[in-house]
């Protein structure tokens, strides 16, 4: 969804349920239908209501730009879990940067890291990191305290939902996968943390 802050915030709160569910349910005067809804939910926006190039080019009051991105919900966006800040590319950025990595070595990556995932889950009738319940990732994968040592203060001061924080772990053990590794160390947990905390402010 691009330019997500300009759909109203009711369509944008009806996300939430069908994000945590994975099924659109639509009432009908004889009982409900459901619709099967899983789906990676890639949402875009832009700072403020003018866009500008350069951040410098805003003319938008702080109020103006604080409502605009206000009409992403705390709890909608805490079902988001990687967040990134995106820099305007500059005719000089595209030209000095390296060329960027194609998509079959990625794409590689990418499938040994979810076979990594689907063989250790196996037994449980698991495939993905995403579909492990908080629970059991909170005890029966539990990761020792010195590995969530960053996630637990988060926790603690409030800065993360307890939903925030099993995403943080699911996202945690996929870095550990991506790397090849058989457990999220505390640089995978803080690494998850991090994407997390980026705000677009
Ligand atoms: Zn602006």
């Known amino acids: 969804m691009a ?7 009711e369509r944008l709160e009806s996300l939430r349920t069908v994000l ?51 009409r992403l919900s705390g709890p909608l966006l805490d079902r988001v879990d990687l967040r ?19 998509s079959a070595p990625v794409r590689e990556r990418v499938l040994e890291a979810r076979e990594r995932a689907t063989k250790r889950w196996a037994e449980h009738g698991w495939l993905t990191n995403a579909e492990v319940p908080g629970p059991a990732l909170r005890r029966e994968f539990a990761l020792p305290s010195q590995v969530t040592a960053l996630l637990d203060r988060a926790l603690e001061r409030g800065a993360i939902t307890a939903r925030g924080a099993d995403r943080c772990l699911r996202i945690a053990w996929t870095l550990a996968d991506l ?23």
């Open 84 to 102: 990134v800040r995106l820099r305007p590319l500059s005719a000089l950025s595209a030209h000095l940067s390296e060329p960027p990595e194609a």
């Open 179 to 201: 790397k090849g590794a058989d457990k999220p160390e505390a640089d995978e947990v803080a690494a998850a943390l991090n994407f997390r905390e980026r705000s677009s402010g």
């Open 20 to 70: 945590e569910e994975g099924e659109v349910r639509i009432a009908r005067v004889k009982g409900a239908v459901r619709y099967p809804a899983r789906f990676q939910l890639v949402m875009a926006t832009n700072p403020c209501p003018c866009a500008p190039a350069k951040d410098a080019d805003c003319t938008c009051s702080s109020t103006v730009r604080r409502r605009y991105l206000g």
């Open 3 to 9: 330019e997500v802050c300009e759909f109203g915030p």
